[in-house]
């Protein structure tokens, strides 16, 4: 109802007046703003408000959620303007003033969308799962790499678990990956993979493990230029990222103790890494995403990745944990092509574990919500 | 030659196009631009071009080093401007859409001047002292706490030199601190400490050491809402920071190991720290910024800091080392009041080191390079 269109009409307009005065008190600064900053705020609703000091402007338009919202403008040069309500959870966003796309100044940066700019968080019912409590915290490391493979610096962000600097106990170690579009900053920073992590292990519903966060974009020097070359990702990661961390922390370093997951395009590579190298993982979680993305076709099990899951009992025998988890609300075509990939699991045979995050779509706060499910399945 | 003012006319907009037309290969993006991003763009002139396409706009500028530059529209709506040339190093700025302060959307985002916006970097004739060599590299590691003393959660980041992990090794440990209106991220993000330290301690230049960087800001919790209450910085970094790093992490735990630095504000802090406890620090580096600050008077030894420096002998007996750093075109105040501080150290005959960084101001190219400085003489 405060949302305005492009086309919004004066009903429109003097509806949303109306409608500021009233839900005034309900609209709260977003958790993700910067110190100190009013706006944006968040309605109990979802709806966002943005506000903007642009004196000179002549349109300003909050951009959100693949809507345009028209922001008004006050005799002090200040522009104000709602949205429809959004989805529960962490969204990217920016500002639109005369044209221009900008960040809004108001909030603090992520990576998402392919650039850094602002986000805004809707609460969510369980946001107490990544809530900052007051139990032992975990660190989270930031480390920087030459690749030999890339021949390019990469960076990767590990979680130590609360007591690792005091202990001389080894660990198991899940590689966590990001989607299309972003990097390794996020599963740490809008991800909250550390706090969720801590709330887990805190209350005992997760084992203590490492975390590694690394790029899934790595290309191979001669490709690097092209227009979409081959991923040398797997490469990366088993000959470079796991040899290293197996060195360089007190893991346990065997299959047995070894997860890997990923949202999204992350989810498609890992399980292909995982399919090729079960020698090394023996824990899969797929967060919004399958190998036969973006297909929503019936999968031939002979052909699709080369044949790995035709033999439904060795896996069956090989996997601790095949996981798959998915927003209620994803567009397509994720709910059909992850459909598919559940029959071909259930013709076949394999054992597998599927969560729905109810009301949220293909973001960040599904993904929250599947890393805090899966993880208390690992290493158990 | 480039400088576009507010009031410039059009004898100066026709000259600029001759000067974009001429120098245009000589600029190049930014080093801390967004991945992909051409601009903004740095001339080997030190001057800065900014590019946003803004079809509607009426106005936009580049507000960079305390000026408005205004920039000009194309035909299909894209606004290109320059600046005066700017002092080598690293700088806040921003643009301005009709009277709408913004960060630009082609950088990466920094903390500072209490926002998060937009950096850019003027390439220094000594940029090598932070570039990403093939050395061997330390980590850093993002450290959330509770403190008790403000009743808040506070944060650090801690850098453990190349070989940490690996060792048995104990370590010294630097305490660094950030300045006014920034935070705990300035020191491992646009000052780029780690960097420098892995590239001394790669040519043996520095001692393997431990950094740890915090927030200045701390405040006891029934102060925390006025206006400029009484900071408990020093207590949060006796009580609570320096014993959990003595704990969690491989350090030397004593004054002859343990040095404090830091810049403007942190300098300032940190030489009211260092002298109320000469028990637990035997180092300090104060960069840009002495206690006597704002003031350029003559330092009364006897009521400065409580008398702390009225015994020059007994001092040189304790320190170990006693150093300051200042750019050579910082502003007013530092200059005298940096300046009256060291005639009272002469006065005392307490030895000191001065260091000026040359052609540099009140920012964080000074800041590196007195880090870079200051760690080679430390723990030696």
Redesign the interface.
Known sequence: MKRIRKTAGLYFLLATALCVAQDQDDYKPSRVN?HGKAFPKVSSGGSVRAQ?????????KLDIGGEKYEMIKDSA?VWTGESAPQDAGFHYY??N?????????GT??YYGAG???SGIEIPAPDNKIFA?R?VP?G????????SQITQQ?RRNF?YLPPGY??SEERYPVLYLQHGSYEDETGW?SQGHANLILDNLIADTEAKPMIVVMDNGYAYAPENSKEGRPDSVFEEVMLKEVIPSID???RTLADREHRAISGLSMGANQTMRILMNNLDTFSYYGGFSGTSNYPSTDLIDVNTFLNGAFSDGKALNEQLNLFWLGLGTKEPDPFPESVGEFKKMLERQGISYTFYESPETAHEWHTWRRCLHQFAQKLFK
């Open positions: 910067q903007l000091l642009a004196p000179e402007a002549l349109s300003v040069g920016q500002l003033i005369d044209g221009a796309s900008v960040p809004d100044p603090k940066y650039r850094w700019g900052l007051k915290h660190t989270v490391v930031e480390n920087l790499y030459f610096w590990i600097r005091t740490s060195k360089e922390y």
